[in-house]
């Protein structure tokens, strides 16, 4: 049969059925990349990225980028509580000079920053020492002419096509797929980038930032970012501030930020390097610090304290009270209950624990009493007393929900009896069964983990409804 | 451009659809300069050789049509076949020849020889050499006319499904599709459609089956002298199962692309590990260079017509061949030459097996005595397939020296196997696509058509999701990308 022969009606319909079938392969890719994508930026399944998105659009007032040093050293809640200054962390764990500028730009797609604050770490290597860096920060970019360049400009010939394409890599994330590679981790949505950490670690005052200025010649490359930067600004229209948060800092990094510093100088660009000025700021190197690398919150709340004085000249609007910037209001809403969840975890003070659920919004508590509590002098009772319990329950035993001011008896400590179940939103359930006295670690269980406290008469096991997470596990 | 890389995922649709879009005259030559254009991906700079074989052969196609006598006829067949094998020999032999000879010199003290070349092996040469030179034997006998057009010609020699792999042409076949490019319409939604489906089996062969189970082959090979005798057995095995897929695959591949242009290439695998005997074995692999051997080389020699010992010299000579056509190196020959001597210990034991046979009361035709009869089979190519997979001839006997060492079963059930390379993850994933592939060669063996042919005369909807999650499969699936290095399919290297 010659092709003129097929009737018309034939032909059409093997067009459609090809391009149905096109259609449904290009469906099931992009689903299946939706599941295998590299979606962690942070560690956290929490990406700026997404955030940004999930962003309407010309809200952002202040931007700052730069690695997990800004993460963790940039707090947008601070900034929003104090001034109403809407401020967004676009930041990215290991996040390079070239990324930097690509994803800056690609924020530029969508918002008009007045002030563009950046962190200078990522200036100061030229490439990743850790490959996941790499790949958070050349596969989360969703603009494809922007990934292209910016992995051109960065990724060696030979992997450029992998990285472009990304399934090449990405596909192998099917060994290490979980939960959130199919549900949506609610928190992305209002965050504003930053890392919450209440962490005090160990960390060194750099000695490297003492003295005068050393700058070192800089690469060809690092100049070209700076102009780029400078460029870019001019070009746009916001005010760019380039700083080095505090850390640890070699002296060969030093010496390029001394350069920076000079070149600032010359372009009249803002510039503060937190290493040489933290004396003046007043950093505690015991408390401020997560690691040697890193801000805790507290250190973050000292960073706020300097630049919201020195932003103070780009006359920043105060938004509080706008409904449009009612993401800024959730994230600091969000911020009080991590500095609540991060009060509760620190205590271990039995009635400052019980007074705290007491007046808390949205936790679920577990509390159980087992074994021979009741021999240790009713030092149990009193705490239990401000969550409603009266004696004679407290004598009994058992295992109690206390939830939205309300203290229900669930379980008796019997043993065989059927478990309890409560569904603690879409993902989580709670499991409370009896076993055995307190050496059974699965007498308090979400969905597979014990919440238990292994050898304690009493245990209480707290529960954030709102961020859907286990808040602390105490044994008393 | 491998097959299962990015570039030919650009490549292909782009000259597929300009193919079937193209006029009628335009065709051969697009596909000309798509062929010579994936063969220089690899190195521009054989293209040369690639000319000169096509040049010599299709000049000496000519000069043998055209000859008078018989006497020159033969001439010009030998000056063609002299220099297509003498460059072969060049560039694939040349080395393994000096070596040899240097250590038969040393033998008599006399000093080595240096190979002054130091070439690699152009990708598909073996390939392309015995299907350029099974045409000027075509043209000698008679079998074909030479062919004129040069641009079809070089085609002919040159087209890219098959350029590099395999299967190895016949002239009567190829030749003549592309001489019918443009007289009448070859391509069809049909051959569109089993093409595409065979495409898609090929590359699952390759991408999930083959280069997965190499991690584990690699990692045993990799350390013969930690292994005993349970994980000697496995590595065999998982090569066994590793070349059938790189090879069926890549054929599977070649096969689909020609099929979706509208061409149909000669089958080259059919169920190989179904096979009942190594005679069988060699009906069912590689057919297209089995039948090239036997067709070129066996019956030229006088294949069974001139008594039962010269019939097995032949076996055996033409099986020591073609192990050599697989690689310069001893272990091959040695592979090669297994085969042959288990054809010919296999037909003289014929009667006595015939005898035991009878007196055990073993009926033939019992599916028992088939599988017993495959499994023996198996056993015996999967010994052979040491030498064909280990680096030398000492490695092999010291692989086949572990299969009789530290015996202990129990390394099966303790879950030592998960620490080759594959993790129970992995291994999960093997097992699924090892029990695809029994699937899919069932049907092959029962209904004696391919994937892509079976599932064609399925109905669209099974089609479509037979497709897609090989699609899926390939993709997440497949050993590809950053962290993985396959190399290439094996048969490049011959």
Redesign the interface.
Known sequence: MKSTDIPVKTRIKRICAVACFAALVFLCIFGTYKVLKWKDTMGEYLSSVDMLKATDKELIDVVFMGSSHAYNGFNPAYFWEDKGWSCFDMAISGQDATSTYYYLKYLLRRQSPKVVCVDLYGFTFDKHGVQGNEYRNYLSMPAVDLQVKMVREYVDEEDRQDYIVRFPIVHTRYKELGKYDFYNYKLNDYIRGEKISWTVGEACAPESSDGSLSPAELSESKVKWLDDMYELSQKEGFSLVLVALPYNIPAESQEKIDTVSKYCEEKGIAFYDFNRLRHEIGFDYTHDFVDSGHLNTYGAKKVEMFLKEEFECYNLPDHRGDERYYQWDEDLEYFGREEYKNSMRVTDDLCALCSMICAGEDYVSVISLEGDYLDRNNVYYEPLWILGMSYEEYEKGGKWIFEDGTLTKVFENEINADPYIKELGDMNTLKIQYEGDYLFRENIMINDESVYSYGSFMTIAIYDKKLGELVSVKGF | MLFNS?PFLIFFPIVAGLYLLLPKKIKPIWLLVASYYFYMSWNYKYVVLILFTTLVTYAAGILIGKAGSAAKKKAFLAAGLVLNFGLLFFFKYFGFFLENVSRILSVFKIGVIDNPFDFLLPVGISFYTFQAVGYCIDVYRGDIKAERNFIRYALFVSFFPQLVAGPIERSKNLLSQINEIGEK?TAS?EKAVSGFGMMLWGLFLKMVVADRVSIMVDEIFKNIYRIGTVEAVFGAAGFSLQIYADFAGYSAIAIGAASVMGFELMENFNTPYFATSIADFWHRWHISLSTWFRDYVYIPLGGNRKGKARKYLNIFVTFLVSGLWHGASWSFVIWGGLHGLYQIIGDLLKPAREKTGKFLGLNKDTAGYKVGQILLTDLLVGFAWIFFRASSVKQAFDYIGRMFTRFNPWSIFDESLLNWGLDY?EMLILLFAILLLVIVSIIRYKKGVNIGTFLYEQD?IFR?VV??LL??SI????E?????DSGKFIYFDF
């Open positions: 990015i319409k939604y993850r669209m479509w497709f897609v699609i899926i993709i997440v699936f497949g590809y990308g950053t962290d993985f």
